[in-house]
Structures are given as C-alpha cells and as structure tokens.
C-alpha cells in the first residue's frame, strides 16, 4: 500500500509570502504529526493530530504557524510571512493510534525561504 | 519536560560493532523506541522496548534499562550503508506524543 506522501517535495518562497503544505497520511492512520528539521539538526515537534480530538499544538513557534486535518485524512501546515528562519525540511507521520510506536514518515518538504 | 540525550558523533569500522547510547529524563514513560535516518531521507523505525532487557532484529539489538533512564542500540557487522543519523523516542506520561532525542550521527569507515 502507498505510504505517507507529501507534497510539494521542494518549494522555494520569498521572505513574507504564505506557504501551505501538505500531507497524506497512511490510510487507517488515526494519528498524524508535522515535524521541522534544520539541517543537521533533530526532530523538533511541531503539532499532533489524533482522531478527532483537540490537536496538540504545543510544538507549533509563533503563531504565523497553523496546521488543519480533515478528519483521519490530508493534513495542511501553513506558515504565514514566511522569514528566512522557516527554512527547513517538514516531515508528517502518521501511526495506527494514539499509543502506536512505530511513525511512518513522509519523504519530507524542504523548505527554504530567500 | 522531557529530554532525551545521546553522543552528537560516533565513527565506526565496517564489520564491527557500536553502540549507541540514550539517556532520558521523562515525567513518564512508556518505551524507547529508535529511528535511522539516511542523509536525504526520512527517519525509518527500526526497534521498541517496552520492557527492560534486550530486543534483537538480525543485526540490529536494542537495550532498556528502566532503572538506569538508559538505553541504546547495538549495531552488529556494520554495513558501510549503515551511516546514517539514529535518534532514540520515548512517549511520556500523560502526553501522547513521541519526543525525539538529539540524534547520533553514525558514520562507518572501511
């Protein structure tokens, strides 16, 4: 079966614009987290989405990020008046559940902001 | 909080054995569980330890020891392709979401 996808794989924006990215989870995935990684650097958690409960968005930076999910599907992060700093690679995951162990990820958006 | 903390580098020589290490403070706990992650790639899941002790996965082991806050991952007859990024995750208690550690970059010479 399709694993997570995400799309687009690249984008490149200009400091200030809005950018929305997107991601399908694993079919049957109640679960779905949005990741950021600098390079070189570890996950950093940015928001987490389980089933049809409050999401978690204690990860998210400022308040010019935002993620939605349509139910246990397609999940959007927007960053608003992208800054040079956004640049990163974002990576969603989806799981079976809640307390599921094992995180399918997606091959990632690379981000970079000029 | 949580954290998770593990060596930043290890360097390796094919055909041998390493192993990396997880020290954790969490305000609960329910399991390690360990992440590869090719440069380029996504982090792939590799092993979960619910309970202490050993779990093996052909070359791959990996160790908990509650007691300890410690774990690690043991890589056996290291594979030049086994260069890669290895981070270490545990789900605290009361809070559902994974936290990662800060990742060991692996890297195998010949």
């Known amino acids: 079966g399709a694993g997570v996808s995400q799309s687009p794989s690249n984008k490149v924006t200009e400091k200030g614009k809005d950018v929305e990215l997107r991601c399908d989870p694993i079919s049957g995935h109640t679960a779905l987290y949005w990741y950021r990684q600098r390079l070189g650097q570890g996950l950093e958690f940015l928001i987490y989405?389980?089933?049809?409960?409050?999401?978690?968005k204690s990860g998210l930076p400022s308040d010019r990020f935002s993620a939605e999910r349509t139910g246990e599907s397609v999940s959007t992060l927007t960053i608003q008046r992208t800054q040079q700093e956004d640049s990163a690679v974002y990576l969603c995951?989806?799981?079976?559940?809640?307390?599921?162990?094992?995180?399918?990820f997606g091959p990632g958006t690379r981000l970079l902001v000029l | 909080g949580q954290s998770l903390e593990q060596p930043s580098e290890v360097t390796a020589v094919e055909g041998a054995i390493v192993q990396i290490n997880c020290t954790y403070q969490t305000s609960g706990f329910y399991g390690l569980s360990w992440y590869q992650q090719h440069d380029g790639g996504a982090p792939t899941f590799l092993s979960y330890?619910?309970?202490?002790g050993l779990e093996e996965t052909g070359r791959f082991s990996s160790f908990l020891s509650r007691s300890d806050s410690y774990g690690y991952l043991l890589l056996q007859e290291l594979q030049m392709k086994d260069s890669a990024s290895y981070f270490c995750?545990?789900?605290?208690?009361?809070?559902?979401?994974?936290?990662f550690g800060t990742g060991t970059r692996l890297t195998i010479i010949p």
């Open positions: 995750a545990a789900r605290p208690g009361g809070n559902e979401k994974l936290t």
């Open positions: 995951a989806s799981s079976l559940g809640a307390l599921q162990e094992t995180q399918y």
């Open positions: 989405f389980q089933g049809n409960s409050a999401p978690d």
């Open positions: 330890n619910a309970l202490d």
